[in-house]
Each structure stands twice: as C-alpha cells, then as structure tokens.
C-alpha cells in the first residue's frame, strides 16, 4: 500500500467522482492518506490553480469540459506528492496551448521534485518534451531514441505514411 502512494495516475479517461467538485475530486486521494482538511484543501487549490482551473473549483465533472476534467484529473494525480507519475493520453483533451502548459508544469515537476514521468502518447509533440523516447510495437520495446534522434527519424516516419495512405487509395 505505502508504494502505491507514491505513484500518480493520470488515466486517459478521468475516473472521476460525479457528484464532487473539482476541488473535492483532488482532496479525495488524500483524504485516504489520512492528510488534515485545512493541509488538503490548501494543496487541492495549489494544483488546481497550477493547471489553470482557479475558477472551476466549484464545478462538478459535468460541468466541465473534457480538457478541463483532464487537467483535475492530473490535479489529483499529484496531489499526494508521488515520486512517479503514469500519464496515459494525457493532452488527449486540451487545445494546444493548454496542452503546452501541461507539459511544461510537468518538466517543473519533473525537475523541481525530481519526479520520474511516464507518459504514453501517440502525439509527437507530447512525445518531443521527453528525456528518453521508448516506441512500442507489438507490445514490446522496439527501440530507444533521444528527443535529438526522434526529431530525425519523425520527417522519415512521416512521409512513410503518407506514401503508405495514397498507396491505399
């Protein structure tokens, strides 16, 4: 269990609490650790405001967008200080320069807490603001790039598919 509190989750779909605010939603996970309500509600604001929802305490998931229930989703994945973060598709919902501001807090985090991040992403543009990129095929490892190598191999890839499309039509 102690292991488990040291790892945030950042699932594709939310997995939110309907009927809690965004605030509540982010103060649940430490509520089970057992962390003091005033000591909550302080760290549930921090992060909400740090992922650009100040205003949208209050809301519940249905009152949010997509983008929005992401990004307290990822709120309450770091709410309990973990020393790991899974992020599954996180951008997946947000407009580009929301997904900007994502990944930028999670480069602080990564660099100010010396937080370990694993993110899994079909998008490049996620994929390009990594250390390591480690692409998957057929459910293995197929190969280790570093962002310098896999902005090379990205306009090869690229035109490989493109062939690939108008070969299909």
Do not use: C, W
């Given at each position: 269990?102690?292991?488990?509190q040291?790892?945030g989750f950042?699932?594709?779909?939310?997995?939110?609490?309907?009927r809690?605010?965004?605030?509540?939603?982010v103060?649940?996970?430490?509520?089970?650790?057992?962390?003091?309500?005033?000591e909550?509600?302080?760290?549930?604001r921090n992060?909400?405001?740090?992922?650009?929802?100040?205003?949208?305490?209050?809301?519940?998931?249905?009152?949010?967008?997509g983008g929005?229930?992401?990004?307290?989703?990822?709120?309450?994945a770091?709410?309990?200080?973990?020393?790991?973060l899974?992020?599954?598709?996180?951008?997946?919902?947000?407009d580009?320069?929301?997904?900007?501001?994502?990944?930028?807090?999670?480069?602080?985090l990564?660099?100010?807490?010396?937080?370990?991040v694993?993110i899994?992403?079909?998008?490049?543009?996620i994929?390009?603001?990594?250390?390591?990129i480690?692409?998957?095929?057929?459910?293995?490892?197929s190969?280790?790039?570093?962002?310098?190598?896999?902005?090379?191999?990205?306009?090869?890839?690229?035109?490989?598919?493109?062939?690939?499309?108008?070969?299909?039509?």
């Amino acid at each position: 269990a102690k292991q488990r509190q040291k790892i945030g989750f950042v699932f594709q779909f939310y997995n939110l609490i309907p009927r809690f605010s965004a605030l509540k939603n982010v103060e649940f996970s430490m509520n089970i650790q057992k962390i003091p309500k005033q000591e909550r509600y302080k760290i549930a604001r921090n992060l909400l405001d740090r992922v650009g929802l100040r205003s949208r305490i209050n809301h519940k998931p249905s009152e949010l967008s997509g983008g929005e229930q992401q990004r307290v989703a990822i709120a309450r994945a770091l709410a309990q200080n973990p020393n790991f973060l899974l992020m599954d598709e996180p951008t997946g919902n947000v407009d580009t320069k929301t997904r900007d501001n994502i990944m930028t807090l999670v480069q602080e985090l990564n660099k100010e807490q010396d937080l370990t991040v694993i993110i899994v992403t079909h998008n490049p543009f996620i994929a390009k603001t990594t250390n390591r990129i480690l692409p998957i095929i057929d459910g293995k490892i197929s190969d280790q790039f570093s962002i310098e190598e896999y902005e090379r191999l990205i306009p090869s890839k690229m035109s490989i598919q493109k062939k690939q499309l108008k070969e299909k039509k």
